[in-house]
């Protein structure tokens, strides 16, 4: 408050001080005006959207089954408006009910517990099954078993033992580690034999490595990773050694300790893009009976490159998945116990291939496996001995899951996108085809997002369709011709609509290359006026393996955008070329090109913002966590002109910081200039707007050295911006169920963006 003493000494002044005060009033109300309090109930409502208050307020959301009875039934959990419920859904009587009187389940857990048990929040999620006439569950250390056909309860002291670690498939063996060396142990006779002699500390048998191993200390011990694989003779096992002699770690400082005053060091080895000083893994194969041990030295590999292999069923040999790095060439492997290795399948690209290779192999031991070969991915029929028997799929369109393989009626059931045409390319859909190629036949129909469940008899399947605009429709259909056998629930959004929700809109706007079309939708407030104008955030995750915009209701609702939009804002998220689900040709866009996945989205803005009338071009913020972060920080430098304001978290600023796969991946191996290029440390001096850095400093993902590198080099340019560190968090914060960071990133954008003065020292109650 301004208090303004006037001593009036003589007539003359009075109209020149009278004018005065006029002025300094006007200048007042302009200051109040531009400072404006945010209201507290903006953020009550944002509040509204975190997913721990959704997941109660939405019903029946989504079925999720779980079959029993080889397919016959499902039963499945979900929130009703008359609390938590389980039902049960029998097939060929096509009905639907309630699996056990809920309050009777509740009265009789209350009564033989002592505890107030609420029948609309029954303390268990999942069921044991016994063919219907039981069920299961386990609750304050006992087993319950209730009668549904008596609906009596009883209990016992749980004495559900785990699996026996290392336990061999004929329960004669146990396999163990000792001294980093694999012994067994006859668990008849009590005989031990040690299979390996070489293991020592840093070169370690019968091991794996877990990708968040924090070692606490230089000199501390990693946790353990005991893995052995058993053939099913029980006679040989596969397992690793473990080489961590030559690799490097990276550190991270614990200061969150209450009754600490010096920070904890914690160490991990992760590799970055180009090191030679990683975690190396050799498979290697013991035979129990004759203590002999064969090392397969030709696919040892660094930590970060996956061989899955698995024992056959002749316990002779072992297939997998071998990547080499760089991510150029993925192989399907069978290996003998001598150690010689067969290439059954190779798929190999200039720029990578996909990581998550679809699979299926069959009992006489051919197999189908997904390639983007064609430039689409597809599945290709292969015999046992890697001889092409024929490409099963081929055409315009994305097959993202082999659903299930009916051997007995030769019919694979495939999950595709981008088929159907006139219809969004991202738009799920099952499909099935018989073996021989022929006879592709949709099952999904709707012009919608499908999420499939197939049943393991493979005569039926639970199909959840919906849209961002379109709450989940969730039925029961048939696996023969997608018929609709029952309607099992429709997602109530009443809560919703009571409270002013709306729906996203989905927008269209071509691409950078002048011709591709784009996807993405755009968020507004439940009081949005289309006479006025919004400030806009983009949010940005342009990673190449993923396409973040939503595609489900589910997704639309149960993420950030709508808390942001009802804050005062339109949120805007498109998938720019470069990401993934639309084909290899749209997907390379992204290769050795990270740094420019946000172009599309300011294209995308501008065309969004010529189509309709409440865009404010000139109030564009952006933010994003991870990747994201790296977008965010990227797009306020390449695009400085454009947004204003950006966020930017847990980012991987440098890609030469980074966790090796995903930039050797995308922006190639070995390094070469464009990671320099492309690094937000190097462009650092760009900076034009207002941007917030924000860091767990114990993110063992994406390690926050990068982060503070770019502090450094934004210092060094005398830019300003705001740094924010969380002591204690890893790379899980600022997400969709809220935290404290929320809050700090509302508040950022509120102030800066929309030039509102934030509430300090104030958490919504469902922050807290």
């Known amino acids: 408050m301004i208090q303004i003493f006037v001593i009036f000494i003589g007539k003359t002044y009075l109209l020149p001080i009278m004018k005065y ?18 209201p507290k109930e903006k953020y009550e409502k944002a509040a509204y959207y ?3 208050n959704l997941e109660k307020e939405v019903f029946h959301l989504e079925v999720k089954p779980n079959w029993v009875e080889k397919g016959s039934k499902f039963w499945h959990v979900a929130q009703t408006a008359e609390g938590k419920r389980f039902f049960l859904t029998e ?103 040690q299979l390996s002699v070489a293991g020592k500390q840093g070169f370690e048998y019968a091991s794996g490595y877990g990708w968040s191993d924090l070692v606490k ?31 490097e770690k990276m550190y991270l400082l614990d200061f969150s300790q209450d009754d600490k005053f010096r920070p904890d060091l914690y160490g991990y080895y ?139 009626n030769q019919l694979v059931f495939f999950e595709a996108s981008g088929k159907e045409k006139g219809s969004n390319p991202y738009f799920n859909h099952l499909y099935s085809v018989k073996l021989d190629g022929t006879g592709v036949k949709l099952l999904t129909p709707e012009n919608a997002f499908h999420e499939i469940d197939l049943a393991p008899d493979f005569k039926s399947f639970l199909d959840n369709y919906s849209r961002p605009d379109a709450p989940t429709v969730s039925v029961l259909r048939s696996a023969k011709d997608g018929s609709i056998i029952r309607e099992v629930s429709r997602a109530d959004v009443s809560n919703l609509l009571n409270r002013g929700y709306k729906f996203p809109d989905s927008f269209t706007a071509t691409a950078k290359d002048g ?36 595609k489900t209701f589910k997704s639309a609702l149960f993420n950030h955008p709508q808390q942001m939009a009802e804050l005062g804002f339109v949120v805007v998220m498109v998938d720019g070329l470069g990401t993934g689900g639309r084909g290899k040709v749209f997907q390379n866009h992204s290769y050795r090109n990270l740094g420019d996945g946000t172009t599309d989205h300011v294209l995308a803005i501008k065309q969004l913002a010529e189509n309709t009338t409440f865009i404010d071009l000139e109030k564009v913020g952006i933010y994003g966590h991870s990747a994201g972060g790296y977008d965010a920080a990227r797009a306020m430098l390449l695009h400085s002109d454009f947004y204003k304001v950006g966020v930017s978290s847990a980012a991987d600023h440098d890609h030469r910081m980074e966790k090796a796969w995903w930039p050797e991946m995308f922006m190639g191996y070995p390094i070469e200039e464009y990671y320099h290029e492309q690094s937000n440390v190097t462009n650092a001096h760009k900076l034009k707007g207002k941007l917030l ?58 102030e800066h963006l929309m030039g509102e003065e934030p509430i300090r020292n104030y958490q919504p109650e469902a922050l807290r």
């Open 91 to 193: 097939v060929q009587d096509a009905k639907t009910t309630p699996l056990f009187d809920h309050r009777r389940m509740a009265d009789l857990l209350s009564e033989q517990s002592g505890e107030d048990v609420d029948p609309a929040d029954l303390p268990f999620d999942r069921i044991r099954w016994y063919e219907g006439k039981k069920i299961g569950f386990t609750w304050r250390n006992r087993d319950w078993i209730y009668d549904l056909e008596e609906g009596n309860l009883s209990f016992e002291q749980s004495d559900r033992k785990q699996n026996v670690q290392g336990l061999s498939p004929d329960g004669q063996w146990r396999a163990f580690q000792k001294d980093h060396n694999l012994y067994v142990e006859n668990l008849i006779t009590g005989e031990q034999r």
């Open 515 to 550: 011709i591709t079309e784009l996807y993405g939708l755009y968020f507004v407030p439940s009081d949005f006026d289309p006479g006025k104008k919004y400030p806009v955030i983009d949010y940005t995750y342009t990673g190449p393996h993923t396409a973040v915009t939503p």
């Open 217 to 247: 200390g230089e000199g501390g011990t990693r946790p353990e990773r005991f893995y052995v694989s058993w053939s099913p003779d029980s006679k040989k096992i596969l397992t690793n050694v473990v080489d961590l002699r030559l690799a």
């Open 270 to 408: 992760r590799a970055s893009p180009g090191d030679s000083t990683v975690v190396q893994l050799t498979p290697v194969i013991f035979d129990v009976e004759n203590k002999t041990e064969k090392l397969l030295n030709s696919l040892k590999r660094p930590h970060f490159m996956s061989v899955n292999l698995r024992w056959q069923e002749d316990s002779q040999h072992l297939r997998g998945i071998y990547l080499e790095r760089g991510f150029k060439k993925s192989h399907f492997l069978e290996v003998s116990l001598d150690g010689a290795v067969r290439d059954l399948f190779t798929d190999e690209q200039e720029t990578f291939v996909n990581r998550d290779v679809l699979f299926h192999q069959f009992q006489n031991g051919d197999f189908i496996i997904s390639s983007e070969k064609s430039g689409w991915n597809h599945l290709y029929h292969y015999n046992s001995t890697g001889r092409l028997i024929r490409q099963l799929t081929n055409g315009e369109f994305v097959i993202h899951k082999i659903s299930g393989v009916d051997e007995k």
């Open 21 to 38: 005060l006029s002025a300094l009033l006007i200048c007042m109300f302009f200051v109040q005006e531009s400072y404006a309090q945010f």
């Open 693 to 750: 850095i924000a860091h767990g400093a114990m993110d063992e993902n994406v390690n926050p050295s990068a982060s503070y590198k770019f502090a450094e080099e934004l210092i060094k340019a005398g830019k300003d911006f705001d740094f924010f560190i969380w002591p204690s968090r890893d790379h899980n914060f600022g997400r969709p169920y809220g935290d404290y960071f929320t809050k700090k990133r509302w508040d950022y954008f509120i």
């Open 50 to 52: 975190l997913t721990n």
